[in-house]
Nanobody, 114 residues
Framework: QVQLVESGGGLVQAGGSLRLSCAAS????????MGWYRQAPGKQRELVAA???????NYADSVKGRFTISRDNAKNTVYLQMNSLKPGDTAVYYC????????WGQGTQVTVSS
């Protein structure tokens, strides 16, 4: 059983920055694809960013150039650096890890005020 523990959410003004972290409970899973989804009230969950075990990345068009996903395999952790935040980025952000099944974190709230 893999547990994903997220941190780093909060309230920030538009134009500000936040960094989300997601730590996996088992080091063996540090080489699995990981990423972040988000879900805003009344909307479907959407992929924000993903990173492969080799470090290749993929981003939603809405966050390209503003968000950066990275990973530290030694710390079993994936990060999401979010810059130039907009009110439209307000959502609960969920970390995931892909293995035979997909594991999810508990979610962390990001609120961007105008």
């Amino acid at each position: 059983q893999v547990q994903l523990v997220e941190s780093g959410g909060g309230l920030v003004q538009a134009g500000g920055s936040l960094r989300l972290s997601c730590a996996a409970s088992k080091s063996i899973y540090s080489i699995k694809p990981m990423g972040w989804y988000r879900q805003a009230p009344g909307k479907q969950r959407e992929l924000v960013a993903a990173i492969t075990s080799g470090g290749s990345t993929n981003y939603a068009d809405s966050v390209k150039g503003r968000f950066t996903i990275s990973r530290d395999n030694a710390k079993n952790t994936v990060y999401l650096q979010m810059n130039s935040l907009k009110p439209g980025d307000t959502a609960v952000y969920y970390c995931y890890l892909s293995d035979l099944i997909r594991y999810w974190g508990q979610g962390t709230q990001v609120t961007v005020s105008s």
